[in-house]
């Protein structure tokens, strides 16, 4: 992927700006989608076999982010509603604000820059 100068300014100062190691950096993640993304909101979880029109409904907790950035959607399969966490890399917004568009594209942009916590 092409290096975005806009996108990884905004990275470096608002998100990771203080943070010194792996859990810093992930908290720091971790915040400005929490403050970003309206929750709930429409979209697509993208899977190995389907795309699923799903409700996002909220940030997994900071214990489950350590590693990778998770959300909580509401799911449901035969009749039976849950709460899954699932990979925020695998989640595309449907709707238009431009907010949550811009945090999930920023997260995208991360890791598919490779960049690791």
Not at 25 to 50: H, Q
Not at 92 to 108: F, G, M, R, Y
Request: net charge negative; aromatic share 12%.
């Amino acid at each position: 992927m092409e290096i975005n100068e806009v996108r990884e300014e905004r990275i470096t100062m608002e998100i990771v700006v203080d943070a010194y190691d792996e859990t810093e950096r992930a908290m720091g993640w971790y915040y400005y989608l929490d403050e970003r993304l309206k929750f709930p909101f429409a979209a697509k979880w993208i899977t190995k076999s389907s795309a699923l029109e799903i409700e996002v409904v909220r940030m997994a907790s900071e214990d489950e982010c350590s590693e990778d950035m998770l959300v909580e959607i509401a799911y449901e399969e035969d009749g039976v509603e849950d709460i899954l966490a699932v990979r925020l890399g695998d989640i595309q917004p449907l709707n238009e604000d431009e907010t949550i568009k811009e945090a999930v594209s920023d997260w995208h942009y991360w890791l598919a820059r490779g960049y690791e916590f």
